[in-house]
């Protein structure tokens, strides 16, 4: 069964850092890719960040590039999202997804379903 976990949110200043874990099982890690979506009041998904972990390619949401980090540990099966100057508008649900890896020629921001979720996590960004 394909599960993923994540934990590491809460509240956070203005300026402040925060480190999301998404712990996964249930499925060979190196063979899917696994993005960080985030969900805030009133908004539809939207993608933050995503990696395949096959090639270690990353993608990067245009709000969230020079700050956030993502990352993955094969031998943990987890991928970590560094959050750094955080903004009160990072305040949402964050999940992490996952959907198999579909080769080098495919972001996996492009033509991924990621049916998989985690539960998500909040981050809250005070002002």
């Known amino acids: 069964e394909v599960q993923l976990v994540e934990s590491g949110g809460g509240l956070v200043q203005t300026g402040g850092s925060l480190r999301l874990s998404c712990a996964t099982s249930?499925?060979?890690?190196?063979?899917?890719?696994i993005g960080w979506f985030r969900q805030a009041p009133g908004k539809e998904h939207e993608v933050v960040s995503c990696i395949s972990v096959e090639d270690g390619r990353t993608y990067y949401a245009d709000f969230v590039k020079g700050r956030f980090t993502i990352s993955a540990d094969n031998a943990k099966n987890t991928v970590y999202l560094q959050m750094n100057t955080l903004k009160p508008e990072d305040t949402a649900v964050y999940y992490c997804?996952?959907?198999?890896?579909?080769?080098?020629?495919?972001?996996?921001?492009?033509?991924?379903?990621?049916?998989?979720w985690g539960q998500g996590t909040q981050v809250t960004v005070s002002s």
């Open positions: 249930g499925f060979s890690f190196d063979d899917y890719a």
């Open positions: 997804a996952t959907d198999r890896y579909k080769g080098p020629k495919t972001p996996c921001n492009s033509d991924y379903d990621y049916g998989y």
